[in-house]
């Protein structure tokens, strides 16, 4: 678990990004499980913030929008903390807090 860990983690800098070949072949290779049944994204953990994690959904997961949540420690209870759903020009991913008018549209069960 260590060796995962640190090889999802590590920073390798401006310019040395193909250094993640790696963790990519590692991901693709053994993590890549069919979508839709069993998985949609994928979370490693935030080279930033080592207490964080990031997640990764399939372009067409994320084209459709998406739950971020967190899941209450010492509770199975999990918190809705805003909603994605499409992209800009940049092809940013677009996020928005609970209560606005694209959470209602797109994810009416939040309530």
């Known amino acids: ?53 990031n997640v990764c959904f399939r372009p067409e997961v994320a084209r459709e929008g998406a739950l971020i949540c967190q899941k209450q420690s010492g509770s199975e209870d999990i918190i809705v903390k805003c909603v994605s759903h499409g992209f800009d020009e940049n092809g940013v991913a677009q996020f928005y807090p609970l209560g606005s008018d694209i959470q209602k549209a797109f994810f009416p069960e939040i309530v």
């Open 1 to 53: 678990m260590n060796f995962l860990k640190d090889e999802f983690s590590r920073d390798v800098g401006i310019g040395n990004e193909y250094l993640y070949i790696v963790s990519e072949f590692i991901a693709k290779s053994f993590f890549d499980l069919p979508p839709r049944d069993i998985q949609d994204a994928w979370v490693f953990p935030s080279i930033k913030d080592k207490n964080s994690y």
